[in-house]
């Protein structure tokens, strides 16, 4: 079974700090997602990762960034937390480009 | 780009009772409509998807269908049991094909 592992299931940090989230999946799939779920919103993209050191931009990569030096591996970076930012954090990963993702449990991200 | 919605936003049924969900879509170029199932705790996990070339598509107890022409597709579970009990959410792909938009989940509650 495919597996997509989250760092850190919750996580406290403070306005203004840098906040790295990490994502590991051990299926060799290309492309990785990250993802942002508030509640009667649904998942909205963020940035996605079709190969390694490639990035796209979601739907919502405002105050974000990410990183992908492995193919194993995509980062998920708030430069500056904020307050409006505190929301569930999920990580997939796809073989194919937008089909058949594979979650993580998510980060539960609070920003005081 | 893309814009999906979801309705009902909540959804309570009798144990043995059918749920339908439904959502519409913008982009007439979509062609691949997946649905995830979110327990509480985890990451969202595809329960059943269909191309846009298919009209329906069955899995045991839950189906999908799909109205290219007015654009929506449905999620029916029959013979719902308490373990059918979770978050919901239909999406849609872009019309590149490389980004799931997602839409505002369901919350699904089987009374037993």
């Known amino acids: 079974d495919v597996k997509v592992t989250q760092s850190s299931r919750y996580l406290v940090k403070r306005t203004g700090e840098k906040v790295f989230l990490e994502c590991v999946q051990d299926m060799d799939h290309e492309n990785m997602f990250w993802y942002r779920q508030d509640p009667g919103l649904g998942l909205r993209l963020i940035y996605f990762?079709?190969?390694?050191?490639?990035?796209e931009k979601g739907d919502i990569p405002e105050g974000y960034s990410v990183s992908r030096e492995k193919k194993e591996r995509f980062s998920l970076i708030l430069e500056s937390a904020s307050t409006n930012q505190t929301s569930m954090y999920l990580c997939?990963?796809?073989?194919?480009?937008?089909?058949?993702?594979?979650f993580g449990s998510g980060t539960q991200l609070s920003v005081l | 780009g893309e814009n999906v919605e979801q309705h009902p936003s909540t959804l309570s049924v009798q144990e043995g009772d059918s749920a339908v969900i439904k959502c519409t879509y913008s982009?007439?170029?979509?062609?691949?409509f997946p649905w995830y199932k979110q327990e509480l705790g985890k990451g969202p996990q595809l329960i059943i998807d269909?191309?846009?070339?298919?009209g329906e598509k069955k899995d045991q107890r839950i189906a999908v269908t799909l109205n290219k022409t007015a654009k929506h597709f449905s999620l029916h579970i029959t013979e719902t049991q308490p373990e059918d009990s979770a978050v919901y959410f239909c999406?849609?792909?872009?019309?590149?094909?490389?980004?799931?938009?997602f839409g505002g989940g369901t919350r699904l509650m089987v009374k037993p």
């Open positions: 269909i191309r846009s070339n298919v």
């Open positions: 997939a990963s796809s073989l194919f480009s937008g089909e058949k993702l594979f």
């Open positions: 982009d007439s170029a979509s062609n691949y």
């Open positions: 999406a849609a792909t872009n019309n590149a094909g490389n980004m799931l938009t």
């Open positions: 990762s079709y190969d390694v050191k490639m990035k």
